[in-house]
T-cell receptor, first 117, second 112 residues
């Protein structure tokens, strides 16, 4: 099956620093990747859609300057939380749609837990 | 009204019970229906994928789609404590560029 690797799985940082999270599709190419945020006991909240070679599309209410997304290749997208604050602490999950797949089927990474002190 | 409605639970059942998880939706353009399982502090894992109406079975899991009623179900037979997780329904269609819409997720507890 399709495998999506997300790294790091857990990160703790000081307030004001920036944190980068990587999402890689290991055995397939992904023209589209998605980034979500999930609070405890809540569902996935789509933050942005990342398209290879173009700018990300952000959902309403998500600050694009705060959450920088780069999708430089068909197998890698990165999310950088800039100048992180305690309220940015959350579980961030990426998903990827295989290239040429137009059914909405998605494969998820394992998630990254960010704690900002 | 949300596009996809799913009871968040929690749902608690004894080991061996048949579990029924459901979602309703409002967008008749949805054609692809998925169920994901998410363990605590992990990413969602694709369980079942169904196109259009009908049933699909995989081991102890059966997915049903009734497009006329805009209702989908996931049945788990002989439930096990290891099935305890959050189950998210998801769906997409040609309208909206196959954007995947998720339900809120139902938390399931299977008691030994």
């Amino acid at each position: 099956g399709a495998v999506v690797s997300q790294h790091p799985s857990r990160v703790i940082c000081k307030s004001g620093t920036s944190v980068k999270i990587e999402c890689r599709s290991l055995d397939f190419q992904a023209t589209t990747m998605f980034w979500y945020r999930q609070f405890p006991k809540q569902s996935l909240m789509l933050m942005a859609t990342s398209n290879e070679g173009s700018k990300a599309t952000y959902e309403q209410g998500v600050e694009k300057d705060k959450f920088l997304i780069n999708h430089a290749s068909l197998t890698l997208s990165t999310l950088t939380v800039t100048s992180a604050h305690p309220e940015d602490s959350s579980f961030y999950i990426c998903s990827a749609r295989p290239r040429g797949e137009n059914t909405g089927e998605l494969f998820f990474g394992e998630g990254s837990r960010l704690t900002v002190l | 009204q949300k596009e996809v409605e799913q009871d968040p639970g929690p749902l608690s059942v004894p080991e061996g019970a048949i579990v029924s998880l459901n979602c309703t939706y409002s967008n008749s353009a949805f054609q692809y229906f998925m169920w994901y399982r998410q363990y605590s502090r992990k990413g969602p894992e694709l369980l079942m994928y169904t196109y259009s109406s009908g049933n699909k079975e995989d081991g102890r899991f059966t997915a049903q789609v009734d497009k006329s009623s805009k209702y989908i179900s996931l049945f788990i037979r002989d439930s096990q404590p290891s099935d305890s997780a959050t189950y998210l329904c998801a769906m997409s269609g040609r309208t909206g560029g196959f954007k995947t819409i998720f339900g809120a997720g139902t938390r399931l507890f299977v008691k030994a």
